[in-house]
């Protein structure tokens, strides 16, 4: 295992420390497991991705600071036919009720890192297909 990219970070100028990584906003599919056994696996999608972490959009919440499983599915454009989920360790750092949830990213493969790097930089690359918000 590997600890998630650190590139692409930057500091947000009015931000202070809550958010110095840049985001892009795709929509991805995630399999939200919860890795304390006591809940049922769920779907949920997020269209805001960092290099370190993303917000999960819907109503099912798991407590603050639980570490969950995810199984991000990358849309089929930007990594081709190969739609092999990639899995990420996160843990749970916020909740909006009613909205959903911010998980950072706690653990991933190399192979992980490498596709959500690749992601990160085909967005900044290609604006149209994917919006960069600080």
Known sequence: M?????????????VGSRRVHARVKIPVEVMVIPLDGQEEPFWATSEDLSSRGLFITGRRQPPIDQVLMLKIVLPEALVGRQ???????ARVVHALP??????KFVEMTEH???VINTIMACAAAAPHRARTVH
């Open 98 to 103: 009613g909205v959903g949830f911010g998980c």
């Open 83 to 89: 739609r092999r989920p990639v899995r990420v360790k």
């Open 2 to 14: 590997v600890e998630p990219p650190k590139r692409f970070e930057q500091t947000i100028p009015g």
């Open 112 to 114: 992980a890192s490498d």
